[in-house]
């Protein structure tokens, strides 16, 4: 044991021991207050361990730690100066290790990777690849996602877009155990570790502990929303100012009261899981809304790749490999501005609820599906204001649209995702029934459902017309029947006629021949064009 050595293996119990002395400092020290140094000390002189000195003092108080010294020496039969010198030691030591204590606690700042010239080429061919967002979709399922291919590509995406300006949030829905948060844990696994802060609870303050910068352009992986209830206010405000402030009242050194504003600046993405979509409605507003894919198909493939998995038959260091590919990709992505010359001919259909909203997220996931193929789009520059900037094509709207198909659909429609699974199982039973009668004790045993779950549905079918009640009453059951039969089929053709429609309207505005100017027209975009010069 080397003298002069603070031991801290104990917290509670801490020694420092010399040629002369042994002091044990009991309870250990507090790491609040830096202005003060209380300890219980134990001395102890080498030459005589019988005589033992023990006494509370605060190190930082000149005249405490003076008594201190003059009585120890004279209790242990030890110089003045000696124990005045180990004192001195000591303080410096327990200073030490209080500060190196905090700074252990101090969140480690993820190191940017410094990608080889290799990864930053394969990372660029990558993102010049023909069909980009299908060769992203086919490396997503080869890194191990199973199933959920389109709405992984989606999450990719979003997550992407956190570089932006403007990012897009996402919310993953369905019941528990249908996959929503590992589908947002293994895309997040494809986001660079630097970039991003996987979150399982927040106290009520806990953004405001951030620093000012520390969550710009960051992804915020929220593993349940319900983990997230005590910050959804402060979670709003970065989701759509982008930034958040508080003002909180604090004393000065010489006890005066004075206001301090605390800001934590934005942007961020944020991506959360919920089995209620009602509950978190003002969130959900703001985000893009991923539905799980709970069918026996993707549970039969589920289960599939488990056992394939438990066999040894899945190539995971393959899997790695393009794990940290589509990260590479992520970092050789630049910071340049997306502008949509086409964003005037989109449309929303009528049904859509929130169509504000709806549209403003429409247009910045076309503008991120540009931004994802910029080492393919030409780089133009404003000539008023010299800014640089890639535009949207054709492609890219098409691409988003399609993507984005499911999402729209489920915007126009009325009913929750948990209501209208049960309604279309509900029409597929009783078309295989023949009939369009039924009790609910009778759907309950078919479909397997909780007496609960069973009458929300049947209530909020009930409310909006897509279901009536014939006959019976509380006490002997309820006859239904069906009174709307084609409504999803409808709300699917009207999507896709709102997307072939703007699609075809683009391409008949960009394949139509220039027009030709009157006089007065050539002469004054003429005068606007020297104006601008």
Not at 156 to 162: D, E, F, M, N, P
Not at 217 to 230: F, R, T
Not at 436 to 448: G, P, Q, T, V
Request: proline share 2%.
């Amino acid at each position: 044991m080397k003298p002069n050595k603070l031991i801290t293996d104990n917290p509670e119990l801490l020694n420092y021991i010399t040629d002369t002395l042994h002091i044990t400092v009991l309870g250990g020290i507090k790491f609040t207050g830096l202005d003060r140094l209380k300890v219980t000390l134990k001395l102890v002189a080498k030459s005589n361990t019988q005589n033992v000195f023990r006494h509370n003092v605060d190190l930082y108080n000149t005249i405490q730690t003076g008594q201190l010294i003059e009585r120890a020496s004279a209790f242990l039969d030890i110089a003045t100066d000696k124990v005045n010198q180990v004192i001195t030691e000591l303080t410096t030591a327990l200073e030490t290790y209080r500060a190196e204590h905090l700074e252990s606690l101090k969140p480690k700042v993820q190191e940017k990777v410094q990608l080889t010239e290799a990864q930053r080429k394969a990372a660029i061919s990558f993102l010049k690849s023909s069909d980009l967002l299908k060769h992203t979709k086919q490396s997503i399922a080869q890194s191990g996602i199973i199933g959920e291919e389109t709405n992984a590509l989606i999450a990719y995406l979003i997550y992407t877009s956190r570089k932006r300006v403007m990012p897009l949030h996402l919310m993953c829905l369905g019941a528990s155990g249908t996959g929503k948060t590992w589908l947002q844990e293994k895309v997040g696994e494809l986001i660079p570790e630097e970039d991003k802060l996987e979150i399982t609870t927040l106290t009520t303050n806990a953004f405001y502990y951030f620093g000012k910068d520390e969550l710009k352009h960051k992804l915020l992986l929220i593993e349940d929303l319900d983990g997230a209830e005590n910050v959804l206010y402060p979670l709003r405000e970065l989701q759509s100012k982008r930034k958040i402030s508080k003002t909180v009242t604090l004393k000065d050194s010489k006890g005066n009261l004075k206001t301090v504003t605390i800001n934590v600046e934005g942007p961020v993405c944020v991506s959360g899981c919920t089995t209620r979509e009602e509950l978190y409605e003002d969130n959900a507003n703001r985000c893009m809304l991923l539905y799980m894919d709970n069918s026996k198909e993707q549970d039969a493939r589920i289960m599939e790749y488990q056992r394939q998995l438990s066999a040894g038959h899945i190539d995971q260091l393959e899997q790695n490999k393009v794990k940290e590919q589509l990260k590479n990709v992520q970092r050789v992505l630049q910071n340049i501005t997306v502008r949509n010359p086409y964003a005037t001919y989109l449309k929303l259909p009528d049904e859509v609820f929130k169509p504000r909203r709806t549209m403003l997220l429409l247009l910045l996931f076309i503008e991120t599906v540009t931004y994802y193929h910029q080492y393919q789009r030409e780089l133009k520059t404003d000539v008023s204001t010299g800014e640089k900037y890639i535009e949207s094509t054709i492609a890219d709207i098409e691409g988003a649209l399609t993507l984005l198909e499911l999402t729209l659909l489920k915007k126009s429609d009325e009913l929750n995702d948990a209501c209208r699974n049960f309604f279309e199982r509900l029409k597929t039973w009783l078309k295989l029934q023949g009939t369009e009668n039924f009790y609910s004790k009778d759907i309950r045993s078919a479909l397997r459902l909780s007496h609960s779950s069973m009458q929300r549905y049947l209530t909020e079918l009930e409310r909006l017309n897509y279901v009536k009640i014939i006959k019976g009453n509380r006490y002997k059951g309820f006859e239904y029947k069906v009174s709307n039969w084609n409504d999803l089929e409808q709300l699917q053709n009207k999507s896709k006629e709102m997307i072939k429609g703007v699609l075809d309207h683009i391409q008949s505005i960009t394949s139509s021949p220039p027009v030709a100017h009157t006089g007065n027209e050539l002469l004054n975009s003429q005068k606007k064009r020297k104006n601008r010069q």
